[in-house]
């Protein structure tokens, strides 16, 4: 097995990857959870295309972006699944770093 196969063996086998998976599972299968969650999700996209365009109702859509993200805090599978998320991205972020720096090794 090559370097790249182990290391997406391995992070297929993560513990939180398996976590994070069972949670989405149970997130789409779930109407009322799903919809809060997909909310979120839209409020996310409008507050930050509001932001990026700096526009007059950036507040507005601030306010109802974190009243949502305290709707879906409520549900304790969606609080562990955002955790979930945050931790993943991290160590990807990381995984990539390593990645790049051993890469610019191969070229100095």
Avoid: C, W
């Avoid at 601030?62 to 991290?90: C, H, R």
């Avoid at 972020?93 to 890469?103: D, G, L």
């Amino acid at each position: 097995m090559n370097k790249l196969s182990e290391l997406v063996s391995l992070i297929k086998e993560d513990d939180h990857i398996i976590r994070f998976k069972e949670l989405e599972d149970i997130i789409d299968h779930n109407k009322s959870i799903g919809q809060d969650y997909n909310k979120l999700l839209e409020l996310q996209k409008t507050m930050v295309n509001k932001e990026y365009r700096k526009d007059k109702n950036y507040t507005l859509s601030k306010e109802k972006y974190e009243a949502q993200l305290q709707i879906v805090k409520d549900y304790p599978i969606l609080e562990e699944y955002l955790d979930l998320l945050d931790e993943i991205n991290s160590d990807l972020a990381m995984i990539k770093s390593i990645i790049e720096q051993e890469i610019s090794k191969d070229f100095d």
